[in-house]
Nanobody
Framework: QAQLVESGGGLVQTGDSLRLSCAAS????????MGWFRQAPGKEREFIATINWTGDSTYYSDSVTGRFTISRDNAKNTGTLQMNSLKPEDTAVYYC?????????????????WGQGTQVTVSS
């Protein structure tokens, strides 16, 4: 059974850093593209970052460019989102997603598999 499990969320202060991980199982992760999304209370799910299956192409939303870095380790079936210079507006539930296509995508509809989410709260 294909599964994605996020970890690494928590409560931090403005300017702090967090590193989110996404562990994949039950799927050939190395041929899956991957994305990170977030959803704040009362808001729609928002694209954050995406990476292609080989890890050599990435794309970020304007809101996190320069602060967040997406990466992956196919040998460990793991994806990572390094978040620096966190702001209160980064507070949300963060989700990783994966799909068996080689290119990256910012559209939630392009991803068949989703994790359960991990809460990130940034205090001011």
């Amino acid at each position: 059974q294909a599964q994605l499990v996020e970890s690494g969320g928590g409560l931090v202060q403005t300017g702090d850093s967090l590193r989110l991980s996404c562990a994949a199982s039950g799927m050939p992760f190395s041929i899956f593209s991957m994305g990170w999304f977030r959803q704040a209370p009362g808001k729609e799910r928002e694209f954050i970052a995406t990476i292609n299956w080989t890890g050599d192409s990435t794309y970020y939303s304007d809101s996190v460019t320069g602060r967040f870095t997406i990466s992956r380790d196919n040998a460990k079936n793991t994806g990572t989102l390094q978040m620096n210079s966190l702001k209160p507006e980064d507070t949300a539930v963060y989700y990783c997603a994966a799909d068996p296509h080689p290119y990256y995508s910012s559209r939630p509809s392009d991803y068949a598999y989703w994790g359960q989410g991990t809460q990130v709260t940034v205090s001011s």
